[in-house]
């Protein structure tokens, strides 16, 4: 495997559901980031983290949660999601955080919440 | 607050055109800028970086333009091909900020 890969690629769960989305960085990278991308939006940040502490939490709702055991993984824990929470869920990596650095994309997972 | 402008919304073209898209921004305190491609459904494919120092970049058939003083990059295709349609979308690096600040990018439609 290279570069960014991130599974389920599709996700279909009802509101009461708990499920998690992986991502994985074979790039050697220091920091990872979590995207929401909905139709006719731009690209959201969601959370931030830099050598597996999490930097940044763009003010999301705790109905999602963010882990990262190590620099390599990253977890997005969904629980109680509501409709409009369905998207496009993108992960990153980077060398080190922040705008300095070039970030790489994974395939996102395609989320619908019913 | 840095927005990210990106016209046309979408764009339809036969093959063989060279075609220009744009992207404009409202700080121009920025680090770089960054064009990326998007397939339906997909990720994010980065195609060029630019540096705030530099004034373009290219790679095949693709050259990106950035103008810092007035906000504005713009992404050239030369001889577009079917397989160029995609969606494509700027993101800004700007001083101060902690991470990158998307446009809502174009759609890019090349018919044979």
């Known amino acids: ?114 | 607050k840095q927005e990210v402008t990106q016209i046309p919304a979408a764009l339809s073209v036969p093959e063989g055109e060279n075609l220009v898209l744009n992207c404009s921004f409202t700080d121009s305190a920025i680090y770089n800028l960054q064009w990326f491609r998007q397939d339906p459904g997909k990720g994010l494919t980065s195609l060029l970086l630019i540096q705030s120092s530099q004034r373009e970049q290219t790679s095949g058939r693709l050259n990106a333009s950035l103008d810092k003083s007035s906000g504005r990059s713009t992404l050239y295709i030369a001889a577009s091909q079917p397989g160029d349609s995609a969606t494509y979308l700027c993101a800004v690096g700007t001083s101060g900020y902690s991470t990158l600040t998307f446009g809502k990018g174009t759609m890019l439609l090349v018919s044979p």
Not at chain 1, 27 to 44: D, F, I, R, T, V
Not at chain 1, 48 to 75: A, G
Request: glycine share 6%; aromatic share 10%.
């Open chain 1, 1 to 114: 495997e290279t570069g960014v890969t991130q599974t389920p690629r599709h996700l279909v769960m009802g509101m009461t559901n708990k499920k998690s989305l992986k991502c994985e960085q074979h790039l050697g990278h220091n920091a990872m980031y979590w995207y929401k991308q909905s139709a006719k939006k731009p690209l959201e940040l969601m959370f931030v983290y830099n050598f597996k502490e999490q930097t940044e939490n763009n003010s999301v709702p705790s109905r999602f949660s963010p882990e990262c055991p190590n620099s390599s993984h990253l977890f997005l824990h969904l629980h109680t999601l509501q409709p409009e929470d369905s998207a496009l869920y993108l992960c990153a990596s980077s060398q080190g955080r922040g705008i300095y650095n070039e970030q790489f994309f994974g395939p996102g997972t395609r989320l619908t919440v019913l």
